[in-house]
């Protein structure tokens, strides 16, 4: 290799080197910036949520009161607040509730009228009440038969060539050929509808009560009980 050769490869050699120099500089100054953008963040996530920055005490605020001088020695005393108050019990609302509720007086008299002592008879002089209660009488579910009744007019039949029959009236079921009475269909339209009881659940409810009914029946009623009464009352809200 000449001199000539040598000094041109030290010349490029020595720019590759400034090359690389510049390159690592740009890469540290990337890794300085990755590096406080993860800190930043990091303090975001997982540090506290005050709004308070550390300031340096030798730094001017903007603002007066921040640069008026603390008092460290004064201290704000603790002060304990106690607050009572009296409930007004309310009179006569357990009274009030016991005569809304129609009653049903149960007797407690003694079987054997003997004194225990002198084995002589027992004479009552008076009775009163020991305590009311509220009693508590579960659904249940009964069966109806609607008997109707005939009636023949002697005298119309002996003058006319057919016999005179007058039948009693029998109330109108509420759906034709359906096991539900107005009730029944009440009661299941209130569960489900005020209750929000499903009509699933209450298969399982009239079930437990003897009634084998299936939740389509109970939608069914719905539907005609709409449609036959409820309609009219829809048209006329629009």
Known sequence: MTEKETLALIETLKANIEALKANNEELLKQVALLT????????????????????????????EEENAPQDDTRTCPRITETITYKRRKQVGRKQDILDSLLGEKVHHRLD????????????????????????YIPAQVKRIDHIQHSYKCQHCSDEAPADKIIKAPVPKAPLTNSLGSASLIANTIDQKYVLKVPAYRQEKN???????LDHKTVSNWHIKVCEYYLSSLYELSY
Request: proline share 5%; glycine share 6%; with cysteine.
């Open 36 to 63: 406080e953008q993860v800190a930043y963040l990091t303090n975001k996530l997982y540090g506290k949520s005050s709004e308070k920055r550390a300031v340096n005490p030798d730094q001017l605020s903007l603002f």
């Open 112 to 135: 054997d009228l003997t004194c225990p002592d002198c084995q002589h008879e027992l004479k009552e002089i008076g009775s009163f009440c020991a305590r009311q209660e509220l009693l």
């Open 206 to 212: 009239l079930r437990r009560m003897g009634l084998p």
